[in-house]
């Protein structure tokens, strides 16, 4: 990345961590999202759904399920 304008660089560390923390809040989405939903509809359901979601999203379903 030494290689690689500022612009750049601010880019593509903006991009990692938002592939890390969506590999962090993958596992603790899916489980809220399923006990939000009061566990009736299967996993694979809840993983389809929440695959679509921003990370925002699923630490927003993750906030939502400590109330």
Known sequence: MSDLSEDHKEVCARHLCEKLSRGFFWPWAL?????????QLPVLCCEMIIAKLKNEDLYNICLASLR
């Open 31 to 39: 489980d809220a999202f399923y006990e939000l939903r009061r566990y």
